[in-house]
């Protein structure tokens, strides 16, 4: 469990400053019906490190899904570009991604 130094640490930090090495993940979530994609941090109760919500299957194949797990927001970014360029909705997960203000 991180303390609570490292998570005033994580908060201090704009999303796309964080990488793996401060213990964070990246996932990318796709809706093919709704042509939606979103960035998730890895702790983000969306996301629980690409497994998706609780009691919700959407981890396998079909219309929705997880990316393989990703070092910063930049590589998620452009793994959403490339593997859903078609996609209208596109952007970063409101829960967990909010800039700071």
Not at 20 to 38: I, L
Not at 45 to 55: F, K, T, W
Not at 72 to 97: D, H, I, L, Q, W
Request: glycine share 8%; aromatic share 10%; with cysteine.
């Amino acid at each position: 469990m991180a303390s609570i130094s490292q998570w005033t640490f994580y908060w201090s930090m704009s999303p796309c400053q964080i990488t793996r090495s401060s213990g964070m993940a990246f996932y990318v979530s796709h809706m093919t019906p709704h042509r939606r994609a979103r960035i998730h941090k890895g702790d983000c109760v969306h996301c629980r490190d690409g497994r998706g919500q609780e009691n919700q299957a959407r981890t396998g194949s079909g219309a929705t899904g997880w990316s393989p797990s990703l070092e910063t927001v930049t590589e998620a970014e452009a793994y959403m570009e490339r593997e859903f360029p078609r996609f209208a909705n596109k952007g970063k997960c409101p829960y967990c991604m909010k800039e700071a203000s």
